[in-house]
C-alpha cells in the first residue's frame, strides 16, 4: 500500500487528571473510509479535535501526507489545517450557516480560492475579468455538490430550513468543496432514517472512490460501519483496542467485550 | 408645515451621521459579541484628522473645495482605519475567549486614552473650522419662513447613501462579506472551512472606523467645531441608534440613525433642547420594553 494520508502517533491528550485519549496510533490511507468507533467516552471526538486543531495534543505527533509534503498538523493553528493541510471536518450536531442561502454555504468553503482571486474583494467590485470567472468555477463547483446531494431546487434557500438529512449532507458537501484531503466526519447518520442513511452511505462511497479522498468516521450506526468503511479502529476509554478491516474488528474479543461486557468468569 | 419641514431635513442630516457610527458598532457585535466603546472615540480622531487634513490642504494650496474634500475623506478613512486595526489588535484580540467583559473594560480604557491622547496634543479648547461647503438654496417658503437646505446637509446624505449603497453590496455580493456573514454565525466553524477569522475581524474593525472618520469629517463640516469630547456623546447615540434599530443589522443601524437624529432635532425644534438627549433615550427605552430586539433586530431562537 501506499504512503498513509494521515498518520496519528502516540497521541494523548490529557485534561487535567482525565486520561481522555491514551498513546493512539494509527493511520489512515487516500481513497479509503477508516471508521473510529467505540463506546460514548472513548475519545473518539477528543481524537478529531486534535486532528482539527480544536485542542492541542498534550503528546502526539499527527502527520499528513500528500506525495512529497507533509504537514505535521499538531503545529499548526486552527485554520490554516483547513486552508493549509485541508482537513475537514463536521460536527455531530448540525453547524451550517443557519441564515446563508445553501449556495453560500457551498462558495464560503471555497473562500480563499475566490478571495486571492478577487484581490480583496476590491477588484471583485470593479467587477475585473478573473474574478467573475473565479465565481463562476467556484458556482459550477457548488452546483455539481448540489447534484449530488440532490438539493438544486434549494439552493437560494437558507439552509437552516432543510430538513435534517438535507442540513446533514449539505455539511459533507460544503466541507467537500473545500476540497480537502481528509475528510472528518463525526456521526453523520444520527438521526437519519434509514432512507437517508442509506443514500449517505452512497455518497460517502461516490465521495472515496470518485474523488479520492481519504475519509475518517466516527459512527455508531453499526451498519453503516460495517458496510462502508475499508478499515476500522475501536478505542475504548482513550486506548486503542482493535484495528483492521471490518470482518476482523467484528470477531475481535476485545472489542466484544469493550462492546457486551466480559462474560462471567472468562478472563482476557 | 414649513417648520416641520425644516426640522425633517436637519433631522436626516444628523441621523446619517450617526448612521454611519452605528454600522461601526452593531458589526463588531455582530462579529465578534462585544460592544466597542472606543469607537465614539474613533469618530472624534476621525474628525481631527479631517481637520489637520484641511489645514494641510489648505497650506498646499488646494483651493479646489471637490478636490480638498475627496483627498481629506481619503487621508482621514485611512488613517483612521489603522487606529481602529490598532485597537483591536491591542485591546481586544489578547483578550478574545477569556470572559466577556474584559474587552469591554479594556474597550472603556482605551477610549480614555483616546480622548486624553487628543486632549494632550490638540489642546482642550473646541478648534473651529470655516467649512469649505458653505450656502444652500431655499427650498420654498410659506408663512414667511423659508425652508433652507444648505449643501453640506445635502453632500451628508448623498455620501451616507453612498457609502451605505457600497457597503452593502461588497456585504452581501462579494466573498469578503460572505466570509463576514460565516464569521458572525459561526466563527470556529468558519475557521475550519479556512477563513482566516482573526484577519476578518481586524477587516471589520477597519472598514468600522473608515465608516466613523467619514461620520467626523461630516460632522466637523457641518458643525464647523470639534473639540476631544465629541467622541463619547456621540458615541452614545449611535450605541442607542444601533440598539434601536437592532443590534446585529445593519439596515437596523441605518434606521436607527436616522430616527435618532430625527428624535432629537424633532424633539429640540417643538420642545426644548436641553431634554432632547432624554427624549432620544426614553423612545429608546419604549422601543427596546416592546421589541427587545430592536426594530429589526432578529431574536435568537433556542431549539429545545
Redesign the interface.
Known sequence: MSHPLIEVEHLTMRFGGLLAVDDVSFAAWPGQITAVIGPNGAGKTTLYNCITGFYKPTVGRLTLREGDRTWLLERMLGFEIGQKARVARTFQNIRLFGGMTVLENLLVAQHNKLMRASGWSLLGLAGVRGFREAEAAAIELARGWLERIGLVADADRPAGELPYGAQRRLEIARAMCTEPRLLCLDEPAAGLNPRESAELNQLLTSIRDRDGVGVLLIEHDMSVVMSISDRVVVLDYGRKIADGDPAQVRRDPAVIRAYLGAEEGVDA | MAYFTQQLVNGLALGAIYGLIAIGYTMVYGIVGMINFAHGEVFMVGSFIALIGFMICAMAGISSAPVAILLVLLIAMSFSAVYGWAIERTAYRPLRGSFRLAPLISAIGVSIVLQNYVQLVQGARPKPHVSLVSGGFTLFTSDGFDVRVTWIQIMIVMVTVALMA?FT??ISR??????Q??CE??M??????????NRTISLTFVIGAALAAVAGMLFMMYYGVIDFFIGFLAGIKAFTAAVLGGIGSLPGAMLGGLLIGLIEVFWAGYFSSEYKDVAAFSIMILVLIFRPTGLLGKPEIEKV
Do not use: Y
Not at chain 2, 174 to 179: K, P, Y
Not at chain 2, 188 to 197: E, P, Q, T
Open positions: 457600497g453590496l461588497v462579494t466573498a469578503l462579506g460572505r466570509q456573514r460565516a454565525q459561526d470556529k466553524m468558519a475557521a475550519l472551512l479556512g477563513v482566516d477569522v
